[in-house]
């Protein structure tokens, strides 16, 4: 099982890269695969919302701004299941986040049948790294799983959700482990 850890920071030494971490651990206690995506070393533009809303996105499953969207969202398909790494920024996902999700979500979101890639029905494993008080990491995890669900055309029954995580600054000594145990039981079940 191969999985995609995205994480969403500008910090290279922060939180979010330590939940990457734990997550890569995880995984590696395992046995699975990894690939790590840092969103803030790629260049990633802001949805255009072209011509009167929709673009390439909704007919053809792909964005037409040329920069490093098209090839995660191709490897992506080739992954069995994701962990999703952001740090909260005002209760909500961070700015490189934003922009990656805001776009794969109009990719993914054709109902025609022979459009359906690889992407929906994989588990996935959100987690939201806050600061020491954590205000906001409810709200963030929230705005995730909305994502998520319309990443599965809102099918409750086909989501995927495997866990959801809040970590923050004064839990993370504890937290940590727990993304390392989520990621390894997505690897192995139950
Ligand atoms: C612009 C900005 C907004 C933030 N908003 C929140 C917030 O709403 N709630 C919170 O608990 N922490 C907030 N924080 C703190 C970060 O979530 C925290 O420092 C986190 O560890 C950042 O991830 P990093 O360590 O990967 O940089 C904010 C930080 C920044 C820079």
Not at 84 to 111: H, N, Q
Request: glycine fraction near 8%; aromatic fraction near 8%; proline fraction near 2%.
């Amino acid at each position: 099982m191969k999985i995609m850890i995205i994480t969403s920071s500008p910090n290279k030494e922060g939180l979010t890269e330590s939940c990457g971490e734990a997550a890569k651990e995880g995984v590696k206690e395992g046995n699975g695969e990894f690939l790590m995506v840092r969103l803030n070393d790629k260049t990633i533009l802001n949805c255009n919302a072209c011509d009167q809303g929709w673009g390439t996105c909704l007919q053809e499953n792909q964005c037409q701004l040329e920069d490093d969207f098209d090839d995660i969202h191709k490897a992506m398909g080739t992954v069995d299941g994701y962990v999703v790494i952001t740090p909260v920024y005002w209760g909500d996902m961070s700015e490189s986040a934003k922009a990656f999700f805001d776009r794969l979500r109009r990719c993914e979101s054709s109902f025609d049948p022979s459009n359906i890639n690889d992407i929906q029905n994989k588990p996935f494993i959100c987690v939201a790294a806050a600061g020491g008080s954590g205000n906001g990491t409810l709200s963030c995890l929230s705005n995730m799983e909305r994502l998520f669900l319309h990443l599965n055309k809102m099918n409750y029954k086909n989501i995927t959700n495997f866990d959801y995580i809040g970590i923050t600054q004064r839990n993370k000594s504890y937290m940590l482990d727990a993304i390392l145990a989520s990621a390894k039981k997505m690897i192995l079940g139950d």
